[in-house]
């Protein structure tokens, strides 16, 4: 076991396509798609593993290194499956477009242009590039071009995605200098349930649970109501620029809260030894599995990912390890019998059809998320719980105030825009 892991960034942008072939990233997209439903339809056909990659890769029209990331990003899909009994199956009729992955200097290429603006250079498809320029927020594009030009941080793998029809790049890059204390090596296990108007964080170490927190912020609710009304109405009237107006100020106001809820978080898991901060992985279900309404909802609110997105930016700065877990059956398991039924929970009530176990129904589920998080990344065992301590809730003031700085670029992106707001916000 290692002691730290080296720092690495996803920086996400949009790919501001200059050749006139953009067409081509969308088809590699969905041939990606079509590589990874046969891997799972071979893997289920009982096809021996190791023929696989072969056998989708002479199929496939992609660069055969991308097909074989796919081919792994499936089989790990399989094995968690095969592993956790809980892990639905994964689906191979699924269609859309699912992420190429690409090694920097061989699948795409960046470069700093006279203007100052990073440009890009993917290989589609075999010998076909599609190049352009990178489009994104400013905290991102400051760490590209530092990467570009000092050895402080490398840069290594992206995807190439379409979210909203748009489409992007995500280049992972590593810190060179700082580094991660591993995962592994954790004394607490801090699991993190996202809702709509608040984050439950519940601690969790050999000895029990540490402490619970309840972080409201029922005003990020209530804006993103308003703000949807307000839209609503100017579109209506057919007011579009007014209607992308409201849409900045209602990212920027969000972006602004989480931030800050997300720092709170960061700030209250350092206090414990050796914190890891444990998710839901809502995004890896997203990929490989087909799941009902409520699920689908939950994905799509803003808050879910932006929150997780900017604690796992900022807690590698505290030296904080973040993990991910499989959200499945975290909001209906008892935390003390283990119980595990959907009439358990009953809005923010739970209250346990077995042994009568009453809660908060977001504490009981960052409980559970913990003990996935020990279970998925410990050595050490889950402890018995016996008793919880009370739930304590702060809640982050209310201001009236929307002080929205003007878009200076307009993005198609809502939630993932990291905003202007730096690293240390
Ligand atoms: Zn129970």
């Given at each position: 076991?290692?002691?730290?892991?080296?720092l690495?960034?996803?920086?996400?942008?949009?790919?501001d396509?200059?050749?006139?072939n953009g067409?081509?990233?969308?088809?590699?997209t969905?041939?990606?798609r079509?590589?990874?439903?046969?891997t799972?339809?071979l893997?289920?056909?009982?096809?021996?593993?190791?023929?696989i990659?072969?056998?989708?890769a002479?199929?496939?029209d992609?660069?055969?290194?991308?097909?074989?990331?796919?081919?792994?990003?499936?089989l790990?899909?399989?094995e968690?499956?095969?592993e956790y009994?809980?892990f639905?199956?994964?689906?191979?009729?699924?269609?859309?477009?699912?992420?190429?992955?690409?090694?920097?200097?061989?699948?795409?290429n960046?470069?700093?242009?006279?203007?100052g603006?990073?440009?890009?250079?993917i290989?589609?498809?075999?010998?076909?590039?599609v190049?352009?320029?990178?489009?994104g927020?400013?905290?991102?594009?400051?760490?590209l071009k530092?990467?570009?030009?000092?050895?402080?941080?490398?840069?290594?793998?992206?995807?190439v995605?379409?979210h909203?029809?748009?489409?992007?790049?995500?280049?992972?890059?590593?810190?060179?200098?700082?580094t991660v204390r591993?995962?592994?090596d954790?004394?607490t296990?801090?699991g993190?349930?996202?809702?709509?108007?608040?984050?439950?964080?519940?601690?969790?170490?050999?000895d029990?649970?540490?402490?619970?927190l309840?972080?409201?912020?029922?005003?990020?609710?209530?804006?993103?109501h308003?703000?949807f009304?307000?839209?609503?109405?100017v579109?209506?009237?057919?007011k579009?620029?007014?209607?992308?107006?409201?849409?900045?100020?209602?990212?920027?106001?969000?972006c602004?809260?989480?931030?800050?809820?997300?720092?709170?978080?960061?700030?209250?898991s350092r206090q414990?030894?050796?914190?890891?901060?444990?998710?839901?992985?809502?995004?890896?279900?997203r990929?490989?599995?087909?799941?009902g309404t409520?699920m689908?909802?939950?994905?799509?609110?803003?808050?879910?990912?932006?929150?997780?997105?900017?604690?796992s930016?900022?807690?590698?700065?505290?030296?904080?390890?973040?993990?991910?877990?499989n959200?499945?059956?975290?909001?209906?398991?008892?935390?003390m019998?283990?119980?595990?039924e959907?009439?358990n929970?009953?809005?923010?009530?739970?209250?346990c059809?077995?042994c009568g176990?009453?809660?908060?129904?977001?504490?009981?589920?960052?409980?559970?998320?913990?003990?996935?998080?020990?279970?998925?990344?410990?050595?050490?065992?889950v402890?018995?719980l016996?008793?919880?301590?009370?739930v304590?809730?702060?809640?982050?003031q209310?201001?009236?105030?929307?002080?929205a700085?003007t878009?200076t670029?307009?993005?198609?992106r809502?939630y993932?825009?990291?905003?202007?707001?730096?690293?240390s916000?």
């Amino acid at each position: 076991m290692t002691d730290s892991q080296p720092l690495v960034k996803t920086l996400d942008f949009q790919l501001d396509i200059q050749s006139d072939n953009g067409g081509l990233l969308y088809d590699a997209t969905l041939e990606a798609r079509s590589a990874y439903n046969e891997t799972i339809r071979l893997a289920k056909e009982g096809v021996d593993w190791n023929a696989i990659p072969d056998r989708v890769a002479d199929e496939a029209d992609l660069v055969k290194n991308t097909t074989q990331r796919v081919v792994v990003k499936a089989l790990g899909a399989m094995e968690n499956y095969h592993e956790y009994e809980d892990f639905g199956v994964p689906s191979h009729t699924k269609d859309g477009t699912y992420p190429i992955r690409a090694n920097y200097e061989e699948g795409y290429n960046l470069s700093l242009t006279h203007d100052g603006d990073v440009a890009f250079r993917i290989s589609a498809k075999p010998y076909k590039h599609v190049k352009g320029v990178l489009k994104g927020s400013d905290t991102h594009l400051d760490i590209l071009k530092i990467a570009l030009e000092s050895d402080e941080w490398n840069i290594g793998t992206a995807e190439v995605l379409f979210h909203n029809d748009t489409a992007e790049l995500h280049v992972n890059v590593t810190n060179t200098e700082q580094t991660v204390r591993d995962k592994q090596d954790s004394r607490t296990v801090v699991g993190v349930d996202v809702n709509e108007d608040n984050v439950a964080l519940t601690a969790l170490s050999e000895d029990g649970v540490e402490d619970t927190l309840v972080i409201d912020f029922p005003e990020i609710k209530f804006e993103r109501h308003r703000y949807f009304t307000m839209r609503k109405r100017v579109q209506n009237a057919g007011k579009n620029s007014i209607h992308d107006t409201l849409e900045g100020r209602e990212e920027r106001f969000v972006c602004d809260r989480l931030h800050k809820v997300s720092r709170h978080l960061v700030e209250w898991s350092r206090q414990f030894e050796k914190p890891c901060i444990v998710f839901e992985d809502l995004k890896e279900m997203r990929d490989s599995i087909d799941y009902g309404t409520r699920m689908n909802r939950r994905l799509h609110h803003l808050p879910f990912r932006a929150l997780q997105y900017y604690t796992s930016y900022k807690a590698p700065f505290e030296s904080i390890p973040t993990g991910w877990i499989n959200p499945e059956y975290t909001s209906q398991r008892c935390p003390m019998c283990e119980h595990t039924e959907r009439a358990n929970r009953n809005k923010k009530r739970f209250n346990c059809r077995d042994c009568g176990h009453q809660d908060h129904s977001d504490r009981s589920a960052s409980v559970n998320i913990a003990v996935k998080g020990i279970e998925k990344h410990q050595d050490w065992n889950v402890p018995a719980l016996n008793s919880l301590p009370t739930v304590r809730k702060v809640r982050r003031q209310a201001s009236g105030a929307v002080d929205a700085p003007t878009v200076t670029h307009p993005t198609a992106r809502g939630y993932q825009a990291d905003g202007r707001m730096g690293v240390s916000d």
